[in-house]
């Protein structure tokens, strides 16, 4: 119990920054030969997850997991059911002559010496289970199960974190801020979370969603629109495996006309964003419909006019060959000034590109 006591001090001075929550899980990872600690969530409902925070895994590993093998993980059939809190070994999950089988042994955990595991979930949330887990290079189920026992003394400490975040004031300060200044442009706001669910509402949000501006509250809380393009991206920009900060903006068909939505992905930490979940600011500006900022394109990543003659005609559908006939300079220079442009704009294929300008108004090909 001496080492349960130093990790559970490790998770009380995590979760109050006097440590990191990588210190909690390398001291956990070392409970086991060859271990790897990780803080992950998967989404039973569209079979995808992520390591969120990780001691003792390479991360070309967490890359890989997040990327593909969280989709095909055998052991989260099980973990999506299992009773919460109650420590397990992977061999209860899955037997382990099933699990050697599996193209996730064979091609991902064998590959970065993972041949076992113990788990435990913390919570789960309409579908959704947030784990603490170590994988192990030691397959014995007998000897890893005490550490799966550790696990389930571990689950009260980590739970009473997640409600912790849960009561955190950071969004009601966030809407307080925010509503003072964006009231005197009339604009409103909402805070939404995990799943595109609303948080909070401004009373001026609530009022243009009553007027109508294409946007509505389902009954189990998810910001919700009449128009398909807006709801894939509130999905989207709600991804808890969208880890960095990102803005887009949409237009919303109002009844009085268009409306502008603009989506802020507010940046956090890799511990908030894993208890806390996503937070997405939603602005809706019925006066002002999005303006093309085509023009706002070459300042920002100093192109030459060349090179924005390359960027537009790309937005606008050409093929590059057309964009070199029209311009009256070989096909070769083209490519060279198409490869500049990857460079200054920071995108390496033609559709980033489109997609980039889209973000700055273009009209774009149909």
């Known amino acids: 119990m001496h080492g349960d006591d130093a990790l559970i001090d490790l998770i009380y001075g995590a979760l109050l920054g006097e440590t990191s929550w990588q210190d909690f899980l390398g001291k956990l990872s070392r409970t086991l030969p060859g271990g790897g600690s990780t803080l992950f969530f998967h989404d039973a409902n569209r079979r995808k997850g992520a390591f969120s925070l990780s001691g003792g895994i390479e991360p070309s590993a967490l890359d890989a997991y997040a990327s593909y093998f969280s989709s095909i993980n055998p052991w989260m059939t099980k973990a999506a ?7 397990v070994v992977a061999e209860q999950m899955l037997p382990r002559a099933e699990f050697v089988r599996t193209e996730y042994y064979n091609d991902f955990a064998r590959k970065n010496g993972m041949e076992s595991a ?7 949330d309409r579908g959704v289970s947030f784990m603490l887990s170590t994988v192990t290079s030691r397959a014995d189920p007998d000897s890893n199960m005490a550490e799966a026992e550790r696990l389930t003394r571990l689950a009260p400490h980590l739970r009473r974190t997640f409600e912790y975040y849960s009561r955190a004031p950071h969004d009601r300060t966030v809407t307080d801020v925010a509503e003072a200044a964006l009231s005197v442009l009339d604009i409103g706001l909402l805070m939404l979370g ?24 389902s009954a189990t ?11 894939e991206v509130i999905t989207a920009m709600t991804d808890r495996t969208l880890e960095r900060p990102h803005v ?7 009844s009085r006309g268009p409306v502008r939505l603009t989506f802020i992905r507010v940046g956090k930490d890799k511990a908030a964003a894993f208890f806390e979940g996503p937070t997405v600011l939603v602005l809706i500006d019925p006066a002002h419909p999005p303006r093309s900022n085509a023009q706002a394109v070459g300042p920002a990543f100093d192109l030459t006019a060349a090179e924005h003659r390359i960027f537009a005609g790309i937005a606008a559908g050409q093929t590059l060959r ?4 029209n311009a009256g ?4 220079t083209a490519r060279v000034q198409l490869r500049r442009v990857f460079t200054k704009t920071g995108v390496n294929r033609q559709a980033d590109l489109v997609r980039l300008a889209e973000r700055f108004g273009f009209a774009l090909a149909s």
């Open 221 to 231: 809380g998810k910001l919700r629109s009449s128009k398909a393009a807006v709801d």
């Open 248 to 254: 887009s903006d949409v237009v919303a068909a109002g």
């Open 118 to 124: 113990v788990g435990v979930t913390i919570i789960r």
């Open 194 to 217: 995990d799943g595109g669910r609303v948080r909070t509402m401004t009373p001026a949000a609530a009022r243009m969603m009553e007027e109508g501006v294409g946007l509505s509250v």
């Open 81 to 87: 059911v299992r009773p919460v809190g109650r420590g």
């Open 322 to 325: 057309e964009i070199a006939d």
């Open 329 to 332: 300079i070989s096909y070769q």
